[in-house]
């Protein structure tokens, strides 16, 4: 993989002074209109600086929720949410160069090319001129499509938008990455790549949550666990400390025991 040179240092807004946890968030409660009950009940999560946090549950359990609040995407009804000792809610420009997210949903303009979807969320990141162009080469690079910059998005394979949709994210160097599902629907050799970046990532320093329903998954790349069920943290920690918490021997049984297995996307 190649790696991201950091950008200017002048440009990333350092971590607020003592801070050790990447992301607090207190109590959040999140309902939305017309839902028969709360995407979020009471959620509060902490996560360490230099973690690789595995947020699980079902479809519907809060996970992408749960991201898009943290990530300051929309507030919540109740609750708090801190970045690296920043308040969310007094500090929210500051707070915001700290963080990168990756949504489930693909955030790329079909109709530009790859490089100009780069260039394009590179100057919303705050890169202009040089950083920028080296931005926009080492995310070409990161994803594997050096010789495929000039395509248009609408032309790509599933893997190479979720490869590309990822360098999208990580042009400015966040200290913290929101992860929502970046693998779904990609083929092995796509979902091998991102993993292996991933973990280069997260040695050389960047904080990651990662929601994901795909169990082995998280516990391949995960250092620390969450099951998230009906929008509230049921359990965590390392999935071994879970498997002997709950006596099971498989994490699909783990995960079972504790959401139920009723049907979700009936």
Known sequence: MAALSPVPMNSIQPAAPGATRALVARNLVKHYQGAPAAALNQLSLEINQGEFYGLLGANGAGKSTAVAICSGLFAPDRGTVSILGRDYLHQARRTRALIGLVP?????????????????FGRLAGLSGSSLQQGVNQGLEFARLEEQGHRRVVTFSGGMKRRLNLAAGLLHRPRLLFLDEPTVGIDAQSRHL????????????????????????????????????????????TTDQLLRRHNCERLEELFLNLTGKELRDR
């Open 194 to 237: 991102i993993h292996r970046q991933l973990r280069t990532l997260n040695q050389e320093g960047t904080t990651i949550l990662y929601t994901s329903h795909y169990l082995e998954e998280a516990r391949e790349l995960c250092s620390r666990i969450g099951i998230i069920d009906q929008g509230s943290l049921i359990d965590e920690g």
């Open 104 to 120: 489930q949903e693909l955030a790329l303009y079909q109709g530009l090319t790859a490089r100009e979807n780069l260039s394009f």
